[in-house]
Structures are given as C-alpha cells and as structure tokens.
C-alpha cells in the first residue's frame, strides 16, 4: 500500500482541475512570463523607478494579450476568476472617472496610477487563468520560493558588507535604510511576507521525504532572518502571523510534531538574528517593546498621517480625492512641521479610502469577501492534500501582506502588489479540487 501511495499522490500533480480544459503552448509561454514579471520587478528595485514601471506594465499586458489572443484562437474565453474579477472590474470603471472626468487634483498621476492597477489585473488574471493544475501551482510556488531564497540571501549578505547602496552600486536618490534590492526595508519585508508562506507550504507536501521537508524549512528560515535582519517591525508581525497560522493548520493535521517544529525555527531564527544582526536590530526592536512609554518621532508622524487621511476623506467622502493625490491634499490637512515630502499614508487602507471614497471601500470589500469566500471553499475542498498545502501557503502570504498594510504602503510598490494579486487571483479562482 505504501508503495503505490507515492506514485497515486504524484500522479495528482498531472491532473487538471475539474472543468478546466488541458493547456495549450501559449499557456506555457503566459505562465512562463508571469514567473519572470515576478521575480524581475523585485530585482529592478520593487518596480519603483519610471524604467521598472513602464517594464512591469509592458509585461503584464503583453502576457494578457498573449493569453487573450490565444482564447480567441481556440474559441473559448471562459473566466474562473470571476468571484474577483467583477468587483476588481468595477473599481477600476469607478476610479477610471477621476482622471477622465478631471476630478483628480493631479489627473495625470491618478491616471498613471489607474494604469498600473489595470496593468496588474490583467497580469494577474492571466495567470489565474493558465495556472489550473496541482503542478503548474507547484511550479510556481518553487520558482517564487527559490526566487526568495536568493533575495533573502542577498540581502543578508549587503546587510553584512554593504555600503548603503543597492547592489554595492546604486546610491539610493532620497536616502533611505537600503536592504535587498530595495530602498524601503519594509518593502523588502513586504516582498518576503509573499514568498516566505510558499515555501512553508512546499515542506508541508504529503510526498515530500523528511530531508525535503526541512530544506524547505530551511528557505522559509532564511527569508524570515532576513526580515528581522531588515529591522521591519511591521514585517516581524507579519510573518509572526503566517507563521503562527501555518503552524496551528499543520498541528491540526500532524499533531504536536509542528508544534515542536515551530519551537526549533524560533530557536534558530533568534539565534540567527543574535549571530548576524551586531547588536544594531535589537536596538530597532527595543521602542516597540516599551509601547506605549515609546514616543518616536516617527511613529508620532505616521499617526498624524493617518489622521490626515482620515480628513481627506471626509472632504471627500464619496468619490474620493483620486488615485495617488494622497501627496495633493496632505499639505491642508497637516498638523505637523516638515521639510520632507509625505507621498503616503503609511496606511494602505486609509490612504485607499482618501483617495477611492466610500464607493471605492465599497467595491473593495466586495472584491476581498468574494475572493475570501471563493479561497477558503477552496482550502476546504483541498484540506490535507497537496494543493490544499500549496494554497495555504498562498492564502498566509495573502494575509500576511494585508496585515502589514496598516502601517505601511506595500500596495504602493509595483512588484509587491504584482505578487500579492497574483497569488490572491490564483487563490481565489473557481474549481481547485483534487479530484
């Protein structure tokens, strides 16, 4: 029995999902290309320079064409992303009116802004779309896992010896604390809180021998030293979250070895975090832990920054201000002193609410219950099997990222947000199943 176990569960990595008709070569062309969007962005600083930009948003439409061009070849252009993709749909004919009616402070930045969400919709989409079976959403999960494990050691290795500029090269043009290929640790930490979770879900595979499983462990280790390394306090929580949430699912279905296992990551991890981090994250960590006696300057900011999105907001309550004019209207509503420029809430919500309205948070929650509904009818189906460890994975990456964008602004860096909808897409489709 044992023997034939192994070739059964491997054989389900082959079987397509139910109602899903079998790929074509366009479909590996679409998924290859959506595996290199992802991993290039982050490497081209998160996306964040005009080049990285305009890069990301050529090759996600390029790959949506490819993969429309092909449906309409075949004669079939059916959408089992269809619990997100009204909502999403409909956001974007909301927001769309901003620039195009001249609501928008700043109509040209809130069109770039449109784009690039149209332009991550139609990415993600076309991956959701293609990416049908157990082993293509294997796929996946190994290229961005690996992909993080490299970026993980990376950033480790600049921490250690760097000089402050990206790749020992690039002198960041704001300053910055530089960490990866990333100017904003908290967008590094960001880009781990994606693929961290996915290579937890890997070492939880039903086949996996036990030196398998704990290479696996052994990635995910490594991409959470480097997010304690990057002093990301909000990162910390984060993966804490993912962490702690993977563990509890993995207990339920191997008892009390995950627990022990939780145990023995903890160990290593603030072992290597002592080893490696020279004394200097403790320090970083140390104000948190005296909340609320800690009174930084920082933290005081971003709390007034919130308040001043919560104002915007009520000047615009019902449209909103338009998309990536948080920077317009701050100015008014300010009730601090600063010579630096205040492009972001540090809150992805509030800033989204300022800038969207209440039509907008409206159409939000209805994409991010639908989606929700749609993923955990998912992992119900799959519980205890491979793909139900591959989509638990994806789904704490997806929770994970969420957290962190209550103090901070990751949905504002293109190749996080890249990341986080195409996992949230492929989470979110209809019709994963083992069967």
């Keep these: ?219 995910a280790l490594v991409m959470a030293t480097a997010v304690a390394l990057s002093g990301s306090r909000g990162g910390m929580v984060a993966v804490g979250i993912q962490v702690l949430i993977l563990t509890l699912a993995a207990a339920a279905l191997r008892g009390r070895r995950a627990l022990l296992g939780l145990s023995v990551a903890i160990v290593l991890l603030v072992t290597a975090v002592a080893a490696l981090g020279r004394g200097e994250i403790l320090e970083r960590y140390r104000p948190s832990a005296q909340w609320p006696r800690a009174n930084q300057e920082s933290t005081v900011y971003r709390i007034e920054a919130w308040r001043g999105a919560v104002e915007i907001f009520r000047r615009h309550g019902l449209l909103g201000s338009g998309l990536d004019t948080f920077g317009n209207h701050f100015p008014s509503v300010r009730s601090f002193s600063t010579d630096k420029t205040w492009t972001y809430a540090h809150n992805d919500y509030l800033q989204f609410a300022a800038e969207a309205g209440a039509a907008g948070l409206a159409l939000a929650g209805w994409a991010l219950v639908a989606g929700g509904r749609e993923a955990w009818r998912n992992l119900q189906r799959t519980r205890g099997t491979a793909t139900g460890a591959l989509l638990g994975g994806a789904a704490c990456a997806c929770v994970g990222f969420l957290v962190h964008g209550g103090v901070d602004f990751n949905f504002h860096i293109p190749a996080n947000a890249a990341n986080f909808c195409v996992l949230g897409m492929v989470l979110a489709r209809r019709g994963w199943d083992e069967d």
């Design 1 to 219: 029995m044992s023997v034939m176990a192994r070739p059964i569960r491997e054989a389900v990595f082959d079987a397509p999902v139910a109602g899903v008709a079998n790929g074509t070569a366009a479909d590996g062309w679409v998924r290859a290309g959506c595996c290199a969007a992802l991993i290039a962005a982050p490497l081209a600083f998160g996306a964040t320079t005009t080049a990285g930009r305009a890069g990301l948003a050529a090759a996600g439409w390029a790959i949506f064409l490819i993969w429309l061009a092909a449906r309409l070849y075949e004669g079939r252009l059916e959408f089992t992303t269809a619990p997100v993709l009204l909502p999403a749909a409909a956001l974007l004919a909301l927001t769309s009116a901003h620039w195009a009616a001249g609501l928008s402070a700043n109509p040209l930045a809130t069109q770039l802004e449109w784009l690039r969400w149209a332009c991550t919709l139609a990415l993600a989409v076309a991956a959701a779309e293609t990416i049908v079976t157990p082993r293509r959403l294997r796929q996946l999960a190994t290229a961005l896992a690996l992909a993080g494990l490299a970026i993980a050691v990376f950033g480790i290795a600049q921490y250690l010896t760097g000089n402050g500029k990206i790749y020992w090269l690039v002198e960041p043009a704001q300053g910055g604390w530089v960490f990866g290929p990333y100017v904003n640790r908290n967008h590094f930490a960001g880009l781990m809180e994606l693929w961290m979770p996915l290579a937890l879900g890997l070492a939880l595979l039903p086949e996996n021998t036990f030196l398998r499983r704990w290479l696996w462990c052994v990635a």
